[in-house]
């Protein structure tokens, strides 16, 4: 029996604020130094990519709190290939690293490396997206929003706002991401409910602003009538799709509605210039709630399978350009 990696119990996840590093280079490397209660251990980070700005702000904190830790880091960047992910993952255990920090680029395909993993006794550490495996004591513990609240929120706001009247264009994420299932769910099933709410459209623009641009551009080419809504599965696809609204000679924020999902700086700033209407967070700052699951597993405590992520809803009447301006990432 499949079982989905994201159980009912959560905890929900203090947020640290905290500064990010010039990232490493995209290939195994060690991070560390200092002193700690890391001191000594060696953990491999398998990361997806480097595809978005909310990315790139995971990787930077979770090596940032390495380094301050004393924690012999190993890196490596998938590139958005899960083979090249697999591969860096049996690594990891080729070098009987001490742990595993895993951000899986997709939710499939992950019970033989991870049950090889589990056979040499090293624990992994799950990060913003889960998997579905055959046996979750494969994996030590999953920390991570709840995705499909993310997108639920997103449709709530949206329902309130345009009085239950919408035609919409969904940008989705990856396919077979995890985010971009559950934000999907979420928001899909708050809209099958109003009648007068409706997706006209719905593609994949893989998390990528260019790519969210390119296929923004292809849909406003055959709805550019009747579009009056935008809901982005992440920022970066969200600024894309403001790009191709603007060149199309429509205004974003105020003829469309744009929504999008993560909460990084720059859509912050455009939702503070009107030219997006809801953000909805989702906290990549995961590197201090990565490495205290470590420890924990390392002193022989117990997590719970989903330690959730609490995220919030920006919009017009919560977000100055203040706050905008001090986002960390």
């Known amino acids: 029996m499949i079982m989905k990696t994201i159980p009912s119990t959560p905890l929900i996840l203090k947020r640290a604020g905290l500064g990010l590093l010039a990232l490493c280079a995209a290939v195994l490397t060690g991070c560390g130094g200092g002193g700690g209660e890391g001191a000594g251990l060696t953990v491999g980070f398998a990361q997806a990519g480097a595809e978005s700005a909310w990315r790139r702000a995971e990787t930077a904190s ?133 009648a007068g709410m409706e997706i006209i459209a719905s593609q994949s623009g893989d998390f990528n602003i260019e790519k969210g641009k390119e296929v923004m551009e292809a849909l406003l080419a055959k709805h550019a009538g009747e579009v009056t809504v935008v809901y982005a599965h992440n920022d970066d696809m969200a600024l894309g799709a403001i790009q191709a609204l603007e060149a199309a000679g429509k205004k974003p924020g105020e003829e469309v509605i744009v929504i999008s999902i993560d909460g990084g700086k720059a859509a912050l700033t455009a939702l503070v210039e009107g030219k997006m209407n ?12 990565a490495f205290d699951a470590v420890e924990t597993i390392r002193a022989g405590g117990t997590l719970p399978k989903w330690q959730k992520v609490d995220d919030q809803l920006f919009d017009a009447d919560n977000t100055d350009a203040a706050f905008a301006e001090n986002r960390p990432y």
């Open 62 to 194: 979770i090596k940032d709190e390495a380094g301050k830790r004393g924690v012999n880091l190993r890196f490596s960047d998938a590139q958005g290939k899960q083979e090249n992910q697999i591969a860096a993952v049996r690594d990891f255990i080729a070098q009987g690293v001490d742990a595993i920090i895993l951000a899986p680029i997709v939710e499939t395909g992950w019970d033989d490396v991870l049950g090889e993993a589990k056979d040499a006794g090293i624990p992994v550490v799950l990060v913003d997206r889960g998997v579905d495996v055959g046996d979750d004591s494969i994996y030590a513990t999953l920390i991570a929003s709840d995705f499909v609240a993310e997108g639920k929120m997103a449709g709530e706001w949206l329902f309130k706002k345009s009085g239950g009247k919408a035609r919409i264009i969904e940008l989705e994420g990856t396919p077979g991401a995890a985010p971009a299932i559950d934000r999907k769910k979420g928001f899909d099933d708050v809209i099958g409910q109003h």
């Open 278 to 289: 809801c953000v909805v967070e989702c906290l990549p700052l995961l590197g201090p709630n």
